[in-house]
């Protein structure tokens, strides 16, 4: 059930990137970085799909994409409010520019969304992580230290 073993990995690795935020004490910020964790947990399984580290499943793929979007939609409201905490990255820059941080964050949901209705190949995953990738960074550089 190689499906099942991936999905339990991904779903695994989640929860240890949880564990890494035990140090911050604001709530609101704890949410937005477990979001962040699971997203990046999904890229992760993507990748190592990509690198033939695991074997190529087009449902897992497409599903572990979809969860991507899911996620990026989810998680956009956690940002909005100005919280902070001594172990956040998040820049002030986002509440000055929120519109082009939430544009930044329909991007990445749009790049997994269209992966998750489009990957038919193992091909398709390796062409894939670099747009996809290209989001993270795009919002990152400007708005996480
Ligand atoms: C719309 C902006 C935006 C996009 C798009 C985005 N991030 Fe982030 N990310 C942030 C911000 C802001 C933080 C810092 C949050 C904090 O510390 O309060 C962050 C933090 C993180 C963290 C650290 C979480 C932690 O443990 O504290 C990881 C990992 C991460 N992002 C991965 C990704 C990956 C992978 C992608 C792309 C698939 C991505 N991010 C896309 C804004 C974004």
């Not at 991904?10 to 910020?29: E, I, K, Y």
């Not at 690198?51 to 409201?77: E, L, Y």
């Not at 940002?79 to 998040?90: I, L, Q, V």
């Amino acid at each position: 059930m190689p499906k099942l073993r991936l999905l339990t990995a991904a779903l695994t690795l989640t929860a240890t990137v949880a564990v890494a935020h035990q140090g911050v004490s604001n709530p609101a910020v704890m949410a937005r970085m477990n979001a962040m964790s699971a997203i990046s947990a999904n890229v992760k399984t993507l990748g190592t799909m990509a690198k033939g580290q695991v074997a190529f499943d087009r449902m897992v793929a497409r599903a572990v994409a979809a969860s991507i979007a899911d996620h990026a939609t989810r998680s956009i409201d956690l940002f909005e409010a100005p919280e902070t905490d001594p172990k956040s990255e998040a820049l002030p820059a986002i509440w000055d520019n929120y519109a082009d941080f939430a544009a930044k964050s329909e991007d990445m949901a749009r790049v997994a969304q269209s992966l998750a209705g489009s990957i038919e190949t193992l091909a398709d995953v390796q062409a894939g992580m670099e747009p996809l990738g290209q989001t993270c960074a795009a919002c990152h550089k400007l708005y996480r230290e």
